[in-house]
């Protein structure tokens, strides 16, 4: 094989080496230069200018962690083969081959009822096709049926370093100061402990100030209130697309594979059949698709397109408690008398919804630390815990959309 040496200049890390002819390989594959080309904060950044990073930074951050998390446990003993440890990198690498264009603001809606998990996997599936079976150790870490389970937890986990990069590089991009984490420190005190990833002790407060600075990003980037809005329309202008598609209207496309992909496809069709179709999608596609229907005939269609193109958003208000019907029947009447339109269609100028933020569920995942005499607990369970079970509960926040 080949010697492959390449160093990235990233502006978060510093350099990022790329040694293994395979790794080069992936990242030179067009399915990952899509990423260039798929922000990683959709509309984050109509409130922060900065935020203007991509999946393909993200991985690639992520990637650089990865090989850092992995010669920490080496270090301390782990058994890593050199081919687990490719296998992990190419895992990390490959996250998020499956998002679609604007990521989760229009996952399951572009691509119906696909989740970008179920993606990622058949792209790794053709990829390992493609490099002869290259991939098969990155594609058991991922699917979490590798023996070593700590690799996979390493991906996707709750101290994954899919989520230290995130959390790292969006606060960098956004200049948000409350997202900053000390990914080293957590790095340093990663352990594994009957095959499972934990962390020493020593780095209990490192761990709940992470686990803050995700709850608190969580508020202040992803579900502000400015980035919802403009999320949501979105999705409103998607919905309105497939319906007038639905009832026999042309609508202008940027691309071929839009075009496809706003039309219903059969029940029960496999989605791997379009897969080559997908991974020529991405933001421009969109955007481009949205500026054109920016003088659209239909007034919803046009009106939010145009909305969503200028930032010239809709308002939206959160609640502790779910807004009024009579509240919101008032609005759509409202805006259907000034708009000239049905109520029906005054539904996509007018509309409720709920986001939830948990800081750490041990329902669902845990966190394990490990002591210096071998004992584990929970970190919610350690003497004065910060994350306690209080803070395990969903915030859960109703929103009201409205043209004003």
């Not at 990242?27 to 990952?32: K, V």
């Not at 691509?111 to 053709?126: A, C, F, P, R």
């Not at 779910?322 to 759509?332: I, T």
């Not at 584990?376 to 926040?397: C, E, F, G, W, Y």
Request: aromatic residues 10%; contains cysteine.
């Amino acid at each position: 094989m080949p010697y492959v040496r390449k160093i990235i200049n990233d502006p978060v890390y510093g350099f990022i080496t790329i040694d293994h002819p395979l790794i080069f390989e992936i990242i030179s594959h067009p399915y990952y230069q899509r990423l260039r080309r798929i922000h990683q904060m959709a509309f984050a950044s109509l409130v922060y200018p900065g935020a203007v990073h991509t999946r393909l930074h993200h991985s690639l951050g992520a990637y650089h962690l990865m090989g850092l998390a992995l010669n920490e446990l080496r270090n301390k003993g782990v058994a890593i083969t050199k081919e687990e440890e490719l296998g992990a990198k190419v895992a990390i690498l490959l996250h998020d081959i499956g998002h679609g264009p604007y990521s989760h603001a229009l996952e399951r809606k572009l691509i119906k009822g696909v989740h970008h998990e179920d993606i990622s996997i058949l792209i790794l599936q053709l990829l390992n096709e493609q490099f002869g079976g290259q991939l098969q150790t990155a594609i058991e870490i991922f699917s979490d049926v590798y023996p070593k389970p700590f690799l996979h937890q390493l991906v996707s986990g709750q101290l994954d370093v899919d989520r230290m990069d995130y959390l790292n590089r969006d606060s960098f991009f956004t200049g948000v100061v409350e997202g900053a984490i000390g990914y080293d420190r957590i790095l340093k005190m990663l352990a594994v402990h009957n095959g499972e990833l934990m962390i020493e002790e020593k780095a209990i407060f490192t761990v709940e100030k992470f686990l803050v600075s995700r709850r608190l990003m969580y508020w202040q980037v992803y579900l502000h209130k400015t980035v919802m809005a403009a999320e949501k329309m979105l999705v409103k202008i998607i919905d309105r697309a497939n319906e007038l598609i639905a009832n026999g209207i042309e609508l202008p496309t940027a691309s071929t594979n839009l075009a496809f992909f706003l039309k219903e496809q059969k029940p029960g069709e496999k989605f791997i059949k379009h897969l080559e179709k997908f991974a020529q999608l991405d933001d421009t596609d969109v955007m481009c698709t949205i500026k054109n229907w920016c003088g659209h005939f239909d007034t919803v269609l046009s009106r939010l397109s145009k909305g969503l193109t200028d930032r010239k958003l809709l308002k939206i208000k959160f609640s502790s408690a779910p807004f009024d019907d009579m509240v919101v029947e008032s609005l759509r009447k409202d805006v259907a008398q000034k708009m000239s339109i049905s109520e029906t269609e005054a539904a996509y100028f007018v509309f409720t919804g709920e986001a939830t933020n948990t800081t750490y569920n041990p329902a669902d995942e845990h966190i394990k630390i490990l002591y210096k005499d071998g004992t584990v607990s929970d970190i919610s369970q350690v003497d004065n815990a910060l994350i306690h079970h209080r803070l395990s509960t969903p915030v859960r926040k109703y929103y009201l959309c409205y043209l004003k």
